[in-house]
């Protein structure tokens, strides 16, 4: 059984004492010429055919200003790919063609990095925030005031219009959801309070207008035993996808059973990655962008939807399967009661599939987004 028990309240979820916190602001600048001209009229070197110069000046100035506010890790990117942190006790950069990965433990390691190709004209700036020391989750208002810090201050000695930079502001929590049977015994309570009620109770305002998605992604090993589940026919055509299908119908028995109306099993080799939609009249939709597998769902508007997407030729290592958050599955108190229908139903999953619990991880990632215009 996993480590969480309802104890004083049912709007609080005990988590092991090993969750790891992280965070990280993801900000997007639109790459105008505007912009390029600002700083060519300081700076005669640069050019719109090599923009190796203005990058550099342009991640010198970023850096000052991180320096300024007190901010130890960032990264400039402007090669249009797509950043995502982990955390790891071992830090490190994986870069794709699509993705920059950056491993990194807040508490020990510093980041402080730039991605770009002067013959590389992005689409758009990207300037990663991320969150250092401890405690986390508690001090996460104060490194959103920081970010914003530094980027009026930003917009001020580019000329850039304010209103023209997004902020995406990613905070998880990452266990084990069998921690106990290992060992951990001792847990810690969450009420995981949405982060615009969070940020208020710390005198933090935000704009008026945002965007808000809560999800949980877990991993699920394919290990020998879970192969052995089903016969495979090496003789036929796709002969992984019976286990796949086999996975996805479990899960979605067990997710409907404890009243999860949204998910997805991602058994294809790509990494999920989770939108709200802007629109209410917009749908869920998957779909594949290269390495990335897109989830888009409508936390305002739900539809009943469970979708599989795999690769029959192909044997993952591991299985994502994804849980979004309805506005429904949202208490005033946070989203607790929501991540223990999310733990219920991988029990249940996990009982179905004959995990060992004492050896086999199931790893829960709880995310919790906002984005808005500064």
């Known amino acids: 059984m996993p480590l969480s028990r309802s104890r004083s309240s049912v709007h609080k979820i005990y988590l092991p004492e090993s969750t790891r916190e992280n965070q990280y602001l993801l900000v997007d600048i639109p790459l105008t010429n505007k912009l390029i001209s600002q700083v060519q009229s300081s700076d005669n070197n640069v050019n719109n055919d090599n923009l190796s110069a203005f990058y550099y000046n342009l991640s010198e100035l970023f850096f000052n200003l991180c320096d300024q506010f007190e901010l130890k890790s960032a990264a400039f990117i402007a090669n249009d790919k797509l950043p995502k942190v982990h955390f790891n006790s071992e830090e490190y ?57 530094v980027l009026k201050a930003f917009a001020e000695k580019t000329a850039l219009d304010v209103h023209e930079i997004r902020i995406r502001d990613h905070q998880h929590l990452t266990y084990d959801l069998f921690a106990k049977e290992k060992g951990c015994q001792r847990s810690q309570g969450h009420k995981l309070r949405a982060i615009p009620a969070r940020y208020a109770s710390q005198q933090l305002e935000l704009p008026t207008t945002i965007t808000e998605i809560s999800y949980a992604v877990a991993t699920l090993p394919v290990t020998k035993a879970l192969r052995e589940l089903v016969d ?141 215009n500064l």
């Open 232 to 372: 495979l026919n090496f003789s036929t055509t796709a002969p992984f996808k019976l286990l796949y299908e086999l996975i996805n119908d479990k899960f979605k028995a067990t997710a409907e059973h404890f009243n999860i109306k949204s998910g997805a099993v991602i058994a294809n080799g790509l990494v999920p990655i989770v939108r709200q939609l802007s629109s209410d009249e917009d749908q869920e939709a998957i779909t594949r962008v290269g390495e990335i597998q897109k989830l888009t769902y409508n936390s305002e508007n739900p539809q009943q939807d469970f979708v599989l997407s795999c690769d029959g030729n192909a044997l993952v290592n591991e299985i994502y399967i994804v849980m979004a958050a309805s506005k429904e599955n949202f208490a005033h108190q946070g989203y607790a009661k929501f991540l223990q229908k999310v733990e219920n139903t991988l029990t249940a999953l996990a009982n179905e599939l004959q995990l060992d619990t004492e050896k086999d991880e199931i790893v829960i990632r709880m995310h919790q987004h906002i984005s808005f």
């Open 93 to 149: 950069q994986f870069e794709s063609a699509q993705r920059i990965v950056f491993f990194y433990d807040p508490a020990l390691h510093t980041v402080r990095q730039s991605y770009f190709h002067g013959e590389h004209k992005a689409k758009k700036l990207k300037l990663l925030f991320l969150a250092s020391g401890e405690d986390i989750r508690l001090n996460s208002p104060r490194f959103n005031a920081q970010v914003c810090q």
